[in-house]
Nanobody, 126 residues
């Protein structure tokens, strides 16, 4: 059974940066398509970024394009999300997600992902 564990969240001032990590255990990262989602209080969980199995394709939500970067290190079994130029509206619980498929088309909807981490809180103060 694959498990996803996020880390790296915290409290940061507007304009600051964070690096989130998602460690995959119980399976080989390379067989999974990976994504990051976030959920703010009172809002639906929304897509943030996704990356194909080999890392050749990435996709971002418009709200984070140019500020966030997703990457993966299959040898280390870890996916990363670099958050730069953070804004208060980026405050949310960030979730890592995985789907066991091989595709260069990045998955962007919640129901396409089968496995989820427990989430890590990111709070951006103004």
């Amino acid at each position: 059974q694959v498990q996803l564990v996020e880390s790296g969240g915290g409290l940061v001032q507007a304009g600051g940066s964070l690096r989130l990590s998602c460690a995959v255990s119980g399976s080989t990262l390379s067989i999974y398509h990976m994504g990051w989602f976030r959920q703010a209080p009172g809002r639906e969980r929304e897509f943030v970024a996704g990356i194909s199995n080999g890392g050749t394709s990435t996709r971002y939500a418009d709200a984070v394009k140019g500020r966030f970067t997703i990457s993966r290190d299959n040898a280390k079994g870890t996916t990363y999300l670099y958050l730069n130029s953070l804004k208060p509206e980026d405050t949310a619980v960030y979730y890592c997600a995985a789907d066991r498929r091989t595709s260069t088309i990045v998955l962007t909807t919640r129901n396409e992902y089968d496995y989820w981490g427990q989430g890590t809180q990111v709070t951006v103060s103004s």
